[in-house]
């Protein structure tokens, strides 16, 4: 357990003055104080919980953690994710210094494996297959799920130019969309790429297979093969299922699934970002990584986020987060955190094997501004519970609409504002208690200049480091995801008995009912 961490938290419980969150925000300096930037992207942490004296009290906490000696630990490529005995050196994906750290060989085929997937990503925009001038593509299959597909869905929304190249994703074992979607495309003119580290998994698989039969089907094996691509890091896997190793891209184990949106599993992405785009991406990610290594605590960005997070949900007791992008093309971003926080920090064992007294994880939704408001936001401010934000918007649109974007922008500044002050705060002494909100309600906003390759890249290097600093605190490994496995074990034994009525499952299952209903309804 770890000792520092308790320690705070009781002193925090039982000596430590508690500010209202419109008393931090009332103070002159608050802005100065709570605001960090980096090469245009802002973050301001005014409306947080956190006082002058919590955050240096916190920065302290994580300094005496050795979040400084974690950091280097992290980047120097130590198996730091012990669990699974390997590093976790996913920004060596994109940033230089890093990569260079690791031995010749393996630098040899990343630069190769980058080479080849810019090669590749140039041939599908042009509108063909690599090397293959007069074999058209106009739509590519990305086959694969959880971080074989959250990362590059969130780029192609994001930061996709309009082209002939169409990119459609199957991740969900449901064969509904498959069947639609086959319908609709011409073989011949279809690329598919099947995105999966492990090649075990069973969606991917699965959805590989049937593609790669409708393909058959009308081409012929060869020409099938020829138009399928594989991103993994599983090359006998890959062989066994057919796609050449000339089509494959290797992506390493020791960069994690939910991490991997640096690497080859973009290759859809990278085909319809323009020119130099997912290199941009890239460097918006290494500047941050370099920015998280050097910055001051109290003036680094992933650090100060990390502080914002534990005190909201370590000692304020705030069980959710919700993260609310008031930009459409960022639509997909509270899935891909999703998974990034929650598959990477939703632990309860700590590093000695001790079962944390503590909370880990919070749970983060979102979905986008303004359509949230008229979702959730009622909960927000009059709710039980009370759920911080995350607010991201970039000060410059792509459009040429301004009253539009001043309205969003608008929007946005409006709901931070009221959730922080709530009616009274606002001088509004309401009558009716039931449209009093009562304020206090924290929040984060983040502003980028604008949405480029760059910026997103920062963008998500933030919050994966923001991970790893809760991760220092909370004393648990961020790079397993041993949680996930044994739902997939009993799936297996489930599915017999679905498929044939004749086959049963184990008693302590607890299904057998559940079961006889639904072979009764067929
Ligand atoms: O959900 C578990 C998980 O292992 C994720 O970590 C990973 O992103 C996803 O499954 C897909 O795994 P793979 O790329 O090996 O198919």
Same mark, same amino acid.
């Given at each position: 357990m770890n000792q520092k961490f308790t320690h705070m938290l009781q002193k925090c419980n039982t000596e430590f003055e508690h500010k209202s969150l419109s008393e931090n925000l009332g103070h002159p300096d608050r802005f100065k104080d709570f605001s960090v930037k980096t090469d245009g992207l802002l973050m301001d942490l005014s409306r947080t919980a956190l006082s002058a004296e919590s955050l240096k009290l916190m920065l302290g906490v994580l300094k005496d953690m050795g979040v400084e000696d974690a950091r280097e630990r992290l980047f120097a490529g130590e198996k730091i994710n012990f669990t699974e005995n390997r590093p976790a050196l996913h920004m060596a994906m994109r940033c230089d210094e890093v990569l260079a750290g690791l031995d010749a060989d393996m630098v040899g085929v990343v630069n190769q494996t980058k080479q080849r997937l810019i090669e590749f990503a140039s041939a599908f925009a042009a509108g063909h297959l690599p090397g293959e001038p007069a074999q058209p593509v106009r739509h590519i299959i990305h086959i694969g799920i959880g971080g074989s597909v959250l990362g590059p869905r969130l780029l192609i929304e994001a930061l996709g130019k309009d082209s002939g190249l169409k990119v459609h994703f199957l991740s969900s074992i449901d064969a509904h969309l498959r069947s639609k979607l086959l319908a609709?495309?011409?073989?011949?003119? *279809? $690329? &598919? @790429? &099947? $995105?999966?580290?492990?090649?075990? *998994?069973?969606? *991917?698989?699965?959805?590989?297979?049937?593609?790669?039969?409708?393909?058959?089907?009308?081409?012929?094996?060869?020409?099938?093969?020829?138009?399928? #691509? $594989? &991103?993994?890091?599983?090359?006998?896997?890959?062989? $066994? #299922?057919?796609?050449?190793?000339?089509?494959?891209?290797?992506?390493? =184990?020791w960069v994690g699934g939910r991490y991997s949106i640096w690497s080859a599993v973009s290759l859809s992405a990278a085909a319809v970002m323009g020119e130099g785009g997912f290199t941009d991406f890239l460097a918006g990610a290494a500047a941050m990584d370099r920015h998280f290594q050097s910055a001051a605590l109290h003036e680094n960005l992933p650090v100060m986020m990390a502080v914002a997070g534990i005190w909201h949900r370590n000692v304020c007791a705030y069980p959710a987060h919700a993260v609310i992008p008031y930009d459409y093309r960022l639509r997909s971003l509270p899935a891909y955190l999703q998974q990034l926080v929650m598959e990477s920090n939703g632990k309860s064992i700590d590093r000695q094997g001790e079962a944390v007294n503590y909370a880990t994880s919070a749970v983060l939704f979102g979905e986008p501004g303004t359509d949230a408001q008229h979702s959730l936001f009622q909960m927000f401010h009059q709710g039980t519970d009370i759920v911080p934000l995350s607010f @991201?918007?970039?000060?410059?649109? =792509?459009?040429? =609409?301004h009253e539009a974007h001043a309205g969003l922008l608008a929007n946005m500044l409006a709901q931070a504002t009221a959730l922080a002050t709530g009616t009274a705060g606002l001088g509004d002494e309401v009558t009716n208690i039931h449209k009093r909100m009562p304020g206090e309600r924290p929040s984060e906003v983040i502003l980028l200049d604008q949405l480029t390759p760059f910026s997103l890249g920062q963008l998500l290097a933030l919050y994966e480091h923001k991970v790893f600093v809760e991760s220092v605190a909370w004393d648990i490994n961020p790079f397993d995801q041993f949680g996930v496995e044994l739902g997939k074990v009993v799936a297996k034994n @489930?599915?017999?008995?679905?498929?044939?009525?004749?086959?049963g499952v184990p008693a302590n299952y607890g299904l057998n009912s559940l079961l006889d209903y639904i072979r009764s309804k067929r």
């Open positions: 609709s495309l011409d073989p011949a003119e *279809t $690329a &598919v @790429i &099947v $995105a999966t580290k492990s090649f075990t *998994t069973g969606e *991917t698989l699965l959805h590989a297979s049937r593609v790669l039969q409708w393909m058959e089907q009308s081409l012929g094996r060869d020409a099938a093969l020829q138009r399928t #691509f $594989a &991103v993994s890091g599983n090359q006998q896997a890959v062989d $066994a #299922f057919g796609v050449s190793s000339q089509n494959t891209l290797y992506l390493p =184990d @991201i918007a970039a000060i410059r649109p =792509d459009h040429e =609409d @489930i599915q017999p008995a679905l498929e044939d009525e004749s086959q």
